[in-house]
């Protein structure tokens, strides 16, 4: 099993940035995909980013594309999503999923995730 805990979410204002943390234990990160989703209240999980295990291409949704870099530092078995340019729809509780039998089709499904950590909010003002 993994744990996974997020970090680093607060309250910005539109225009600025925050750099989100998850840290795994348990198990290596290199052996899963991991991503980050985002929730509202009333809406589904909504995808926001992912890595593969294998190689380093990052996929993105829409709405953050250009805007938003996930990463991984497999020294600190940490992930990370920058976030810039941020705008008050941004705004929801982050959540990283980590998944081991994760494929291009499915990597947007939240509920092909094996572990989710406990969210972290952010608030983006206007």
């Known amino acids: 099993q993994v744990q996974l805990v997020e970090s680093g979410g607060g309250l910005v204002q539109t225009g600025n940035s925050l750099r989100l943390s998850c840290a795994a234990s348990g198990r290596p990160i290199n052996s899963y995909s991991m991503a980050w989703f985002r929730q509202v209240p009333g809406k589904e999980r909504e995808f926001v980013a992912a890595l593969f295990r294998s190689g380093n291409n990052a996929y993105y949704g829409d709405s953050v594309k250009g805007r938003f870099t996930i990463s991984r530092e497999n020294a600190r078995n940490t992930v990370y999503l920058q976030m810039n340019s941020l705008k008050p729809e941004d705004t929801a509780v982050y959540y990283c999923?980590?998944?081991?039998?994760?494929?291009?089709?499915?990597?947007?499904?939240?509920?092909?995730?094996?572990?989710w950590g406990q969210g972290t909010r952010v608030t983006v003002s206007s």
């Open positions: 999923g980590a998944g081991a039998r994760l494929i291009l089709s499915t990597m947007r499904d939240s509920g092909r995730y094996d572990y």
